[in-house]
């Protein structure tokens, strides 16, 4: 079936510190949608970025799309910033296999 | 504008009662809805896809007997776990597909936490 796989599974920050969240399809990269699913268990839509480059405040993402990724870009971490990030982008419409970020005051 | 809402937010049933748990896009019409189930801890599991006047696709391992999804308008989903069991508890999230002119974008209601007794 199709595989989305997501890197890091973990990762924890210290406030102000920037990091990169990848997402590999195995699969062609339809509708790619990043996500953060909050402690209440909200998700609360990032991106619709199927191909390209988007910004949004501290928060950035690019799809590649031929290569079948995406990345998602975190600047000046906060610890509002924690929780769960996913992505999904194919034709099925399933979900990565999520990062948890963590960070630290 | 494009919220989703789950009614109810939470429930704590009974072993062998039956659950109906709705989405409704409020400011949109979605002709598709998702359903998923979540674990702690863990991913959103696809169960099925909710197209508006026909029967749902469910994904494979989910039994269509046991979760009923009817999608009887462009605003409304519901899903209905059947003959519940413990083993049915869990965070149960919808979705609603926006169309944008060609671009799809899913909206997420807030889940429904089951808890089966």
């Known amino acids: 079936g199709i595989q989305v796989e997501q890197s890091p599974p973990d990762l924890i920050l210290q406030e102000g510190a920037n990091s990169t969240l990848r997402c590999n399809f195995s699969?062609?990269?339809?509708?790619l949608q990043w996500f953060h699913q909050n402690p209440w268990g909200q998700l609360i839509n990032l991106f619709y970025?199927?191909?390209g480059t988007k910004q949004n405040g501290r928060l950035s993402a690019t799809t590649v799309a031929t290569e079948r990724y995406s990345l998602l870009y975190i600047s000046s971490s906060q610890t509002t910033d924690s929780g769960v990030y996913f992505c999904?982008?194919?034709?099925?419409?399933?979900f990565g296999t999520g990062t948890r970020l963590k960070v630290l005051a | 504008g494009a919220v989703v809402s789950q009614h109810p937010s939470w429930v704590i049933c009974k072993s062998g009662t039956s659950v109906k748990i709705e989405c409704r896009s409020l400011d949109f019409q979605a002709t598709t809805m998702f359903w998923y189930r979540q674990f702690p801890k863990q991913s959103l599991m696809l169960m099925a896809t909710s197209n508006e006047g026909s029967k749902a696709t469910y994904e494979q391992g989910v039994e269509k007997d046991k979760f009923l999804i009817n999608h009887a308008s462009l605003t409304l989903s519901t899903l209905t776990v059947t003959s519940a069991h413990p083993e049915d508890s869990s965070f149960y999230i919808c979705?609603?597909?926006?169309?944008?002119?060609?671009?799809?974008?899913?909206?997420f209601g807030p889940g429904t936490r089951l808890t089966v007794t």
């Open positions: 699969d062609s990269v339809n509708n």
């Open positions: 999904s982008g194919t034709y099925k419409y399933i």
């Open positions: 979705s609603a597909l926006l169309d944008r002119d060609g671009s799809y974008e899913q909206y």
């Open positions: 970025i199927p191909s």
